[in-house]
């Protein structure tokens, strides 16, 4: 049984000096323990599972006697319900070290996502404009944030300056936020409902992306002002003029008219074919040449330098910048002669943008031809929704999609005043069902 020792007052216990261990009674086993002059601590003997033990109770320079002498009683109380307050130490180390291993930012988190998915890409400006629109939007705001905290109103704090004005790329970037939390999840840096879910989540917060694209819709030129702008842009000797006239009669993206390369180019079937890794579908898509995209790639000189069909001065392919930076001069020519320069038609008058042009076409094919959406919405490289659509493309479209594109080849390069009605008859009889009228 453990000697019973007195109870010292707190000057006795304060007196106790001398190098050693001195009980100071009050609890079983309790001991100042004196290193030096300027060292004591509080140690609690105790047996534990039939050993004796040692437990540090801190400093006496930081923890007085009554705050020692109930630690030491929850300690006893502990070992006498089997509890081993080593071992229970050790244990709350072990699970806070694992703790802090499983802890991750949502940056950290997004770094390891992006790695682990890397490979499936297949163009290198996938990786890029995931990083880019994570740096623009995400990190600032949530980036340091522990991503096992991350709630719904962190996840609003993103998106609602971005969701109104810049909806597309808001929605891209709430996917983002989506999948990452979801691997976090998988990881075990999170757990519980992924809070950036939109169906049945964040859809009762945000309107609907889908109906806010028109609000955030690129400028686009009205289409009865196009043979004029073609005009203009056809007496600009230059390899951005020519690319954007081309990517204008192809209806493509810029960046699949300005990464061209002349491998992709079938000149006897008169054909473009775009390989999937340059498709935002990741599908190849097949485009038509038209006589005057014909023309304007003949007269591309070759470079031994550059496989890019229009180039750059450094051989790559032209910036979007340098693209943009043309449609914005033609626009100052026109205004300075007069005109009312090159605009969005609708409500907001911005001056029309390279992406805009497919809006064009668009409104082209359905205003002033006859031809079936699904024709259309190929021609755009568009996927079809309904699978019947779909399986159109495996028959007869593209033929269609030729005489379509041939009828825009010759309403882009019209004056702006003529109307080529014998080129129209002369395509519309031999396909009457679904030739195209102006």
């Known amino acids: 049984m453990p ?42 003997k105790a047996s534990i599972n039939g050993q004796q033990k040692e437990l540090g109770l801190g400093s006496c320079r930081t923890v007085t006697l009554k705050d020692a002498r109930e630690k030491a009683r929850q300690l006893r109380l502990q070992i006498a319900n089997g509890i081993d307050p080593i071992q229970q130490k050790r244990q709350a180390k072990l699970d806070h070290w694992r703790k802090k291993q499983r802890t991750k930012t ?10 682990s998915i890397a490979a499936q890409w297949q163009n290198h400006k996938s990786r890029a404009q995931w990083e880019s629109s994570l740096s623009a939007y995400v990190s600032p705001i ?35 936020i989506e999948k990452i939390l979801a691997y976090a999840n998988t ?15 964040l859809d009762t917060l945000l309107p609907s992306p889908d109906k806010l694209k028109r609000t955030a819709a690129q400028p686009a030129l009205d289409y009865r002002q196009l043979p004029k702008f073609m005009n203009a842009l056809r007496g600009v000797d230059s390899v951005a003029a020519r690319c954007l006239e081309f990517l204008i009669l192809t209806a493509t993206r810029q960046g699949e008219a300005r990464g061209l390369v002349w491998s992709e180019l079938d000149f006897a079937q008169k054909l ?12 190849e898509h097949v485009v038509p040449l ?81 031809y079936p959406r699904e ?33 825009y080849d010759q309403y882009c390069t019209a004056a702006a005043t003529k109307i080529l009605t014998d080129n129209v008859r002369a395509i519309g009889d031999q396909r009457a069902v679904h030739g195209g009228l102006y």
């Open 106 to 115: 949502f940056d950290e988190v997004a770094g390891l996502y992006i790695e």
């Open 375 to 407: 024709v259309i919405e190929h021609c755009l490289a568009h996927r079809l929704k309904d699978r019947s659509e779909a399986a159109y493309q495996r028959g007869s479209i593209l033929p269609k999609r030729i005489d379509l594109m041939t009828l």
């Open 272 to 283: 473009w074919v775009i390989p999937a890794n340059r498709m935002k579908a990741d599908r």
């Open 187 to 201: 990881r075990g840096y999170r757990s519980g409902d992924n809070p950036a879910r939109y169906r049945g989540h």
């Open 3 to 44: 000697k019973i020792t007195k109870q010292l007052t707190d000057l006795e216990v304060k007196n106790l000096t001398r190098v050693g261990r001195h009980a100071v009674g009050g609890v079983v086993g309790l001991c100042k323990q004196v290193s030096s002059s300027s060292s004591a601590s509080w140690i609690l």
């Open 142 to 176: 949530i980036g340091s944030t522990d991503c096992a905290a991350i709630e719904t109103a962190d996840v609003m704090s993103v998106l609602d300056p971005i969701w109104l004005t810049k909806t597309e790329t808001a929605n891209r970037v709430r996917g983002r």
């Open 290 to 370: 038209t006589q005057r995209c014909l023309e304007i790639l003949q007269n591309m000189p070759r470079r031994e330098d550059s496989p890019y069909v229009f180039a750059s001065v450094r051989g790559g392919p032209l910036s979007d910048a340098t693209v943009g930076k043309l449609v914005k001069t033609l626009h100052k020519v026109e205004v300075a002669k007069g005109g009312g320069g090159f605009v969005d038609h609708r409500q907001d008058k911005r001056v029309v943008v390279p992406h805009g042009f497919r809006s064009t076409f668009r409104d082209w094919a359905a205003e002033r031809s006859s």
